[in-house]
């Protein structure tokens, strides 16, 4: 592993941490386990996200359940090239925090031959209704399709 990218996870490892205890300590976890997720039905948002869980071999992290939504919304992988691009693609859809400006900066500085992936998801995400201040947990039994059709669709249901 090369010095770059270990340095870009101890960042993300420690910002994520550092994120949901000083900007989301407001938030509520959502109080739902991988397992409690894959009991959803087949295709469902719930379900769905219950799979990215144990395939990707991650576990619930409490307050950031929303932002693996959006990996699975969006079919945005989870490299870190990926992580960074998901940045790029909250803040065309209208998202603004210190963290994600700060993800995009330190991202583009590190990996710079992305740059052209950050600007394609960038122009993503503002094509796409706005979705980054949903909150998704009300949605776990909504099917993963109509939810990627409804935020590519120029009129957004979830209001």
């Known amino acids: 592993m090369n010095l770059r990218l270990k340095f870009m996870l101890w960042l993300y490892d420690w910002s994520q941490v550092v994120y949901a205890k000083v900007f989301k300590r407001n938030k509520k976890a959502w109080g739902i386990s991988k397992s409690e997720l894959l009991s959803f039905p087949e295709g469902s948002l719930g379900r769905a996200l219950g799979e990215f869980y144990q395939t ?8 950031l359940e929303n ?10 992988g989870t490299e ?23 993800m995009i900066g330190i991202g583009t500085v590190l990996y710079p031959e992305f740059l ?24 776990l039994d909504i099917s993963v399709l109509y939810l990627r059709s409804s935020i590519r669709s120029a009129h957004y249901l979830f209001v």
């Open 56 to 63: 990707k071999g991650f576990d619930v992290m409490p307050k």
């Open 67 to 76: 932002h693996d939504v959006f990996h699975i919304l969006t079919e945005t």
């Open 80 to 102: 870190i090239q990926d992580e960074i691009a998901m940045q790029y693609l909250l803040f065309g859809n209208g998202k603004r925090s210190l963290y994600l400006f700060s």
């Open 116 to 139: 052209n992936y950050y600007v394609k998801t960038y122009y993503k995400g503002k094509s796409f209704a706005k979705f980054h201040d949903t909150e998704f947990k009300e949605f």
